[in-house]
C-alpha cells in the first residue's frame, strides 16, 4: 500500500501482524483496555483511531520509534480530521505555533513552495534538529 493511502488501521495492524510476539488482536485489546471488537474495527477502518492515551500505550508496547509513533498520531489526525494530538498544544496555543500556522497558510496561498520547505528541513537537519 501507498505510504500516502494509508490509513491508522492499516498501520497498527501490520505492526502488530509483524510483531514476534505474535499477539493476537485479544492480547492487544487487553493491552489498550479497549474491546476486542473495537480495536478490530479500528484496524479495518471501519472506526476512528483510539485516542492519545491508547497511542502511547501502543507505542510503548510495540517499541516504536519516535519516527513511527509521529506516523501514528498523524495518521490518527487524517482519519479523524483533526490536528495530531502530540502537537495540538503547540500548534494552537504557542507563539511557535502562531509561526507554524501563518507558514502552513503562506505555502496554500502559494507563497511558499515544496522546495522552500525542502531548504528549511534541510537546514533544522543540519543542525541536528531531526
Do not use: C, H
Not at 472506526?47 to 516504536?64: G, Q, S, V, Y
Not at 502552513?104 to 515544496?114: D, F, P, T, V, Y
Amino acid at each position: 500500500m501507498r505510504e500516502k493511502y494509508l490509513r491508522f488501521g492499516d498501520f497498527i495492524k501490520k505492526i502488530r501482524q509483524e510483531d514476534p510476539r505474535e499477539l493476537t488482536l485479544k492480547d492487544v485489546s487487553k493491552i489498550l483496555g479497549i474491546s476486542l471488537s473495537f480495536l478490530s474495527d479500528i484496524e479495518n477502518n471501519r472506526r476512528k483511531p483510539f485516542d492519545k492515551e491508547k497511542i502511547e500505550i501502543f507505542a510503548k508496547e510495540f517499541n516504536l520509534s519516535d519516527e513511527d509513533k509521529a506516523k501514528l498520531y498523524d495518521l490518527a489526525a487524517r482519519d479523524r480530521g483533526e490536528i495530531p494530538s502530540d502537537i495540538e498544544d503547540i500548534m494552537m496555543y504557542s507563539e511557535v505555533g502562531d509561526m507554524a500556522r501563518f507558514a502552513l497558510r503562506q505555502s496554500n496561498a502559494g507563497k511558499i513552495n515544496e522546495e522552500d520547505w525542502k531548504k528549511f528541513i534541510r537546514e533544522i537537519e543540519s543542525k541536528g534538529g531531526k
